[in-house]
């Protein structure tokens, strides 16, 4: 299993453009989550799904759009990148209470 | 006041030190995330407990769910055990979600 990942790795966007971060997981896993991290800070859910279909906001949301079409695949969507969303945004999944997590991209906003 | 503390934030240790770092919380929970994330910047999950220990290999975690309190402590510590732990509990209001603490970054020195 090749677990959760995540493409791409590293990214800088000028303000305003738009992109969409993927995430996959292999392991048929119906919970799956976005976290930023910003430098000293804990991590912070921005959408998580609890399988196809449903998606639901965390606690930073805000200026960022999910869909899970497929229990393999949760998108995260930027549509006008601004400077405050420059940060390290990691994808997890998790089943019978263990979270596994992908390997991160991170995204600078010039 | 955060709902997630951990102590220390930092800690240095020569190699064979006995290590323990504590994570705190405010709200009342049913269970509670130990994770490592390493200088690279990838995540795993180390334990998930709601009571008592757990130990795996030199790693052992504790709580106690009354005092909501619990503890990691590595033995005999090594250089490859240099990493960032995160203590996160789970969000009491909706189980599917964890509440992060900032992490112990933890050095050991040969």
């Known amino acids: 299993n090749a677990g959760v990942t995540q493409t791409p790795k590293f990214r800088i966007l000028k303000i305003g453009q738009s992109m969409t971060l993927q995430c996959a997981q292999d392991?048929?896993?119906?919970?799956m989550y976005w976290y930023r991290q910003d430098p000293g800070m804990g991590l912070k859910l921005i959408y998580y799904?609890?399988?196809?279909?449903?998606?639901d906001k965390g606690e930073v949301p805000n200026g960022y759009n999910v869909s899970r079409s497929t229990t393999e695949d949760f998108p995260l969507r930027l549509e006008l990148a601004a400077p405050s969303q420059t940060s390290v945004y990691f994808c997890?999944?998790?089943?019978?209470?263990?979270?596994?997590f992908g390997p991160g991209t991170r995204l600078t906003v010039l | 006041k955060n709902e997630v503390e951990q102590s220390p934030q930092n800690l240095t240790a020569q190699e064979g030190e006995f290590i323990t770092i504590n994570c705190s919380y405010s709200?009342?929970?049913?269970?509670l995330h130990w994770l490592q994330q390493h200088p690279g910047g990838g995540i795993v999950s180390l334990f998930m407990?709601?009571?008592g220990k757990k130990k795996h290999g030199r790693l052992i975690a504790t709580i106690n769910i009354q005092e909501k309190h619990s503890s990691l402590h590595i033995t005999a510590s090594h250089p490859r055990d240099s990493a960032v732990y995160i203590c996160?509990?789970?969000?009491?209001?909706?189980?599917?979600?964890?509440?992060f603490g900032t992490g112990t970054r933890l050095q050991v020195f040969p």
């Open positions: 997890a999944s998790s089943y019978a209470n263990e979270q596994f």
């Open positions: 392991m048929n896993h119906n919970y």
């Open positions: 799904s609890v399988g196809a279909g449903i998606t």
């Open positions: 709200v009342g929970i049913s269970a």
């Open positions: 407990l709601s009571s």
């Open positions: 996160a509990p789970r969000n009491p209001y909706n189980t599917d979600k964890l509440i």
